[in-house]
């Protein structure tokens, strides 16, 4: 049977759970949609026109695999004037999830370890696996917060990467500066590679992003376009870091992913220009909504500030995740489950990246539940 020529590799993945919930919302009549994790803002115009403009003009070839050059030396001089490294150098990536595939090929071989935080981007354990390595976690409930002593315990001779993601998907927790600087320190004193998941970097609403290549020069970073400008669909991201890994990921996209889009690589200048303070703002007053009001009906939230997530405790009596997520389906809430993004089942992520009336409604679904649970 075709069956039995996949490769074993594949025996470890399964549909994502967050897939398999949009599935749900395609059968759904009136869904209240606080799954997805993509903007619910309009890509601004402008950039819409210099997409529409590029390929009209005929840039629908292949780029360079490293970028348009005008748009290589635009995120250069960026990272330039952020940190300073005379070895830093940037790579345009077909998405952050581009970066990440690249970097776990570049980086992980079989056997290696990669320590990661658990609740994690629900990618992360199935790209590590793909390249043969295997994902130590380290617990952060309940607050989400980093325990670098909890890392250093973790290091053994086979650790070859850490992985840092903040602001987080699913928590919306930014790691403090202390935290950051701590663990760039570790991984340098430790010989251990570090990458920084940063592309959530533009919505942080109480504090300045930490990226732990200001500390630590090795440091890998992946950014991207997507989650900024609402273009999630164009698959348009970075990665910078030093120039000997760049080279190395370049190459190693050659043969893969060949380039970034072309086209929206020219919009993606125009990107850069486009002021987004707005949407960003918003996005602050919801997520100011949602908390207040899952506090007020009796969850339990850890704070948060940056990205556009909240990931609540289920409240005690309600079962698991899981049982909780299904009871609020069947009450037309679409929320996902925390056993999608960790080893524990007792949390729920609630996307915030959606209308005030939507968050409202849904918030009315949770409070029922909540009464619904008190009630037993």
Not at 108 to 133: K, N, R, S, T, W
Not at 257 to 263: D, E, M
Not at 347 to 360: Q, V
Request: with cysteine; glycine share 6%.
């Amino acid at each position: 049977m075709s069956s039995s020529w996949l490769a074993k590799r594949t025996a470890q993945f399964d549909s994502s759970g967050i897939r398999k919930v949009f599935d749900l919302a395609a059968n759904m009549s009136d869904p209240i949609n606080l799954s997805i994790g993509q903007p619910d803002f309009p890509v601004p115009d402008p950039i819409k026109e210099a997409a529409a403009a590029a390929i009209h003009n005929n840039h629908n070839g292949y780029s360079l695999t490293q970028g348009i050059p005008p748009l290589q030396q635009a995120l250069q001089a960026r990272i330039d004037d952020q940190y300073g490294h005379d070895d830093r150098r940037v790579l345009v990536t077909s998405g952050t999830s581009g970066a990440l595939v690249l970097a776990m090929l570049a980086l992980v071989d079989p056997g290696d370890e990669v320590i990661c935080f658990d609740p994690y981007f629900v990618m992360y354990p199935a790209l590590v696996g793909m390249a043969g390595g295997k994902c130590v976690l380290i617990d952060t409930y309940p607050d989400f917060r980093i325990d670098i002593e909890k890392v250093a315990a973790a290091i053994t001779p086979k650790t070859k990467l850490i992985l840092l993601n903040s602001p987080a998907n699913p928590t919306g927790v930014v790691a403090s500066a202390a935290e950051v600087k701590a663990l760039a320190e570790l991984a340098a004193e430790k010989n251990i590679a570090l990458l920084s998941d940063e592309i959530y970097r533009e919505f942080c609403y109480d504090t300045t992003l930490a990226s732990p290549a200001t500390h630590n020069d090795q440091t890998l970073v992946v950014d991207g376009f997507s989650k900024s400008y609402g273009v999630t669909g164009w698959r348009l991201g970075w990665v910078h870091g030093p120039a000997a890994i760049i080279d190395k990921l370049t190459m190693l996209q050659q043969y893969t992913f060949v380039c970034a889009p072309h086209p929206l690589q020219h919009a993606a200048l125009v990107a850069l220009e486009t002021d987004i303070s707005q949407h960003v703002a918003a996005y602050a007053a919801r997520r100011d909504l949602i908390v207040d009001g899952l506090r007020d009906a009796g969850y339990q939230v850890a704070d948060t500030n940056g990205a556009f997530y909240v990931f609540p405790k289920v409240p005690n009596g309600a079962g698991t995740a899981t049982e909780f997520v299904t009871r609020a389906i069947e009450n037309e809430l679409l929320i996902i489950p925390g056993n999608i993004f960790s080893t524990h089942d007792t949390h729920f992520r609630i996307s915030y990246a959606a209308s005030i009336e939507t968050i409202e409604r849904g918030l009315e679904v949770l409070r029922t539940l909540q009464h619904l649970t008190t009630k037993r």
